[in-house]
């Protein structure tokens, strides 16, 4: 199957950084990717999705200023979260949509980013 | 309005029992149905993948079922493992839009 990786997997901060995280599709070129949270015991929250070469568009309540998303390849996409704090702290999941014919897209996850801002 | 639902919330079986896992959902027009399962701390994995022609679809000890009609799908899961304790998320995509819905899981528990 397809192999969708991110990285860092996990990552600790103090207040007030900035944090980049990237998501890669390693055998699949992904013309669009998404980007997604998750706090302990919850359901997958969309973020944004992000679309090679154009600018990402942002769920509703998602600051787009905050959660700046990058999509420069069809194999990279990146969420830096700007200024991070503690409110922040969450598991963050991207996945990359792959094209598997006969009108069927599926959805490849990342194995997440555990986000921690002390 | 597009929604999946997901029962039970949560679930907790013995190891070797069977258990099944329901999803409702509204979402139309509809292409297809995907089960993934998440385990703590990871990324959702996915199961099975079904379309509109198809009405059952297994992967191991993993059956799912399909009901275009009623709008219903299910997760059957055989001679649970310990290994089976995760989340499980039905995930719904419509024809006409690249959004794809997903349902809020139903968190298993396996106990020896």
């Known amino acids: 199957g397809a192999v969708v990786s991110q990285h860092p997997s996990r990552v600790i901060c103090k207040s007030g950084t900035s944090v980049k995280i990237e998501c890669r599709s390693l055998?699949?070129?992904?013309?669009?990717m998404f980007w997604y949270r998750q706090f302990p015991k919850q359901s997958l929250m969309l973020m944004a999705t992000s679309n090679e070469g154009s600018k990402a568009t942002y769920e509703q309540g998602v600051e787009k200023d905050k959660f700046l998303i990058n999509h420069a390849s069809l194999t990279l996409s990146t969420l830096t979260v700007t200024s991070a704090h503690p409110e922040d702290s969450s598991f963050y999941i991207c996945?990359?949509?792959?094209?598997?014919?006969?009108?069927?897209?599926?959805?490849?996850f990342g194995p997440g980013t555990r986000l921690t801002v002390l | 309005k597009n929604q999946v639902e997901q029962s039970p919330q949560s679930l907790i079986i013995l190891e070797g029992k069977n258990c099944t896992l329901q999803c409702n959902y509204t979402v139309s027009p509809f292409s297809n149905l995907r089960w993934y399962k998440q385990d703590t701390g990871r990324g959702p994995v996915s199961l099975t993948i079904m379309t509109f022609s198809e009405n059952t679809k297994s992967n191991g000890r993993y059956t799912a079922t399909l009901d275009a009609d009623t709008k219903q799908s299910s997760l059957h899961i055989t001679a649970s493992q310990l290994s089976d304790s995760a989340s499980y998320i039905c995930?719904?995509?419509?024809?006409?839009?690249?959004?794809?819905?997903f349902g809020s899981g139903t968190r298993l528990s396996i106990r020896p």
């Open positions: 996945s990359a949509r792959r094209l598997e014919g006969l009108g069927i897209d599926t959805q490849y």
């Open positions: 995930v719904v995509s419509g024809s006409s839009a690249s959004k794809i819905i």
């Open positions: 055998d699949f070129q992904a013309t669009t």
